[in-house]
């Protein structure tokens, strides 16, 4: 698709810049044609600065730079999605995001889940938190319910019971997220295992 340079008067097209990894929104910048075109050359994001009336390489004085992932154009030609690999924060305060937000991977409702395990690990005197007394009775019985709910899933798995087989799923998941956090570890630390694989 071809970019609509022309459709606003200056010239100039959004562009969203968006963590290749995380895909965190970084910031907004805008870019002109030439811009485009030397983001293209370099591998590196180069806007055009409304307010310094020129190009400008993001991190050309700071060093934090925006490597070039991928671009993509939405469906009216005049705005881009820039995916891309961050070195250092984005923003000029020194934040990783222009927003303030730390620009770090998460996963949705796991990682709420991750939080509340982690808050049950924190005060395990909790005697109503199931979780809480998996951690008061040490790792051995951590791994063994792990164990069990894996044996459960395959069990499930050979059966045509499609919502006994979700639940014991979720039931696993549940429980090696706990595994996880028992012997100090997160989702990260997994994915990070993957991607070193891949």
Same mark, same amino acid.
């Given at each position: 698709?071809k =970019?609509d340079?022309?459709k606003?008067?200056?010239?100039?097209?959004?562009?969203?810049?968006q963590?290749? *990894?995380?895909k965190?929104v970084?910031m907004?910048?805008y870019?002109?044609e030439?811009?485009?075109?030397?983001?293209?050359?370099?591998?590196?994001?180069?806007?055009y *600065?409304r *307010?310094?009336?020129?190009?400008?390489?993001?991190?050309?004085?700071?060093?934090? =730079?925006l490597k070039l992932? +991928?671009?993509?154009?939405?469906? +009216?030609?005049?705005?881009?999605? =820039? @995916?891309?690999d !961050?070195?250092? !924060?984005?923003?000029? @305060?020194?934040?990783?995001?222009?927003?303030?937000?730390?620009?770090?991977?998460?996963?949705?409702?796991?990682?709420?889940? %991750?939080?509340v395990i982690?808050?049950?690990?924190?005060?395990?005197e909790? %005697? %109503?938190?199931?979780?809480?007394?998996?951690?008061?009775?040490?790792?051995?019985?951590?791994?063994?319910?792990?164990? %069990?709910?894996?044996v459960?899933?395959?069990?499930e798995?050979?059966?045509?019971n499609?919502?006994?087989?979700?639940n014991? *799923?979720a +039931?696993?998941?549940?429980h090696?997220?706990?595994?996880?956090?028992?012997?100090?570890?997160?989702?990260?630390?997994?994915e990070?295992?993957?991607k070193?694989?891949?």
């Open positions: 698709m =970019i340079f022309n606003n008067n200056d010239g100039l097209v959004p562009a969203i810049i963590d290749a *990894s995380t965190n970084l907004l910048g870019m002109n030439e811009a485009y075109q030397k983001t293209l050359e370099t591998k590196e994001v180069t806007f *600065s *307010s310094k009336q020129r190009l400008w390489k993001k991190g050309e004085e700071s060093g934090n =730079i992932k +991928d671009i993509n154009i939405d469906c +009216d030609k005049d705005t881009l999605l =820039i @995916t891309v !961050p070195v250092g !924060p984005t923003c000029h @305060t020194g934040t990783d995001t222009c927003w303030g937000k730390n620009n770090v991977q998460t996963y949705g409702f796991l990682s709420e889940l %991750e939080s982690r808050s049950r690990k924190e005060n395990q909790d %005697e %109503e938190s199931y979780v809480a007394s998996l951690f008061r009775k040490g790792i051995n019985k951590v791994a063994q319910k792990v164990g %069990e709910e894996a459960e899933v395959v069990i798995a050979k059966d045509d499609e919502e006994l087989f979700l014991e *799923s +039931d696993l998941l549940f090696y997220l706990i595994l996880l956090q028992a012997k100090g570890y997160m989702l990260s630390d997994i990070n295992v993957l070193s694989r891949s």
